[in-house]
């Protein structure tokens, strides 16, 4: 079963400086039928203008994910990371027992785009931990490039959880087509531009929600940009 989620569809908040669209039910957004896919919890397109940002605030027992788009995303945490998170990075904070962190967009004139995804841990209590890599858009032309997964292999960062991330770059006749196990499900986050899953048609913030299918099949894009993540069911 294959189900289409639009991008207009989702909770949307505007606080100004803060623009965010909410896949899932988040903070004021509330949608009893849309609390989360597996074990995937949260999907916030967040737009930060520029000179602002999340002041510092805590998370637990959480694996959080940041994929920027466009502009520089800073982060700072209680465990003495100060990084800047640039487009093609991937970064993974695992909250664990606890974590106190900001995010905040120093750059003038430019707004920061970027994807907040939270994941659910497959242990809890765990000691918090950072990691961030890059994956140059080579590494994910025509192909999905796995970017995140419990074991970190093929060099992708590592998550304490039963899941894994893939993103990929389709134009033109790229195509994507690969198996997928029906015991798990399957969530296809359409980033940016045009693309179709197993023959739906999706535009940029739509997502398919795919429950006991066997096979994926990414065709048809134009200048699209895609997350595929494989979840626990």
């Known amino acids: 079963m294959l189900t ?23 903070a004021g957004y509330y949608d009893p039928a849309h609390m989360g896919f597996g074990n995937l919890r949260v999907i916030n397109e967040d737009r930060i203008a520029p000179g602002t940002g999340f002041g510092t605030h805590g998370h ?36 664990g027992t606890g974590v106190m962190h900001s995010e905040f967009n120093h ?31 080579a590494e994910k032309r025509g192909v999905l490039r796995l970017v995140a997964s419990p074991d970190g292999a093929q060099c992708s960062v590592k998550i304490h959880a039963d899941a894994s991330v893939h993103a990929g770059l389709i134009d033109a006749d790229e195509a994507v087509t690969r198996a997928l196990n ?6 296809v986050h359409l980033v940016r531009g045009a693309l179709q899953v197993n ?21 048809h894009g134009h200048d699209a940009e895609v997350l595929v993540f494989d979840l626990a069911a």
């Not at 023959?199 to 065709?219: I, Q, R, W």
């Open 182 to 187: 029906p015991e798990r499900k399957t969530y």
């Open 199 to 219: 023959g739906h048609s999706l535009s940029a913030g739509d997502a398919a929600l795919m429950e006991n299918e066997t096979t994926l099949s990414l065709t």
């Open 60 to 95: 637990r027992d959480m694996e959080i994910i940041s994929y920027v788009l466009s502009g520089e995303l800073a982060h700072k945490d209680s465990m003495g990371n100060i990084k800047g998170i640039p487009p093609g990075d991937v970064q993974r904070m695992s909250a």
């Open 107 to 137: 750059a003038a004139g430019q707004t920061t785009h970027f994807l907040q995804i939270w994941i659910e841990p497959n242990v809890r209590g765990i000691a918090p931990s950072y990691e961030q890599k890059t994956f140059a858009e």
């Open 4 to 26: 289409v989620r639009k991008s207009q569809d989702r909770g949307h908040a505007d606080h100004g400086w803060l623009n965010s669209f909410h896949s899932f039910s988040f």
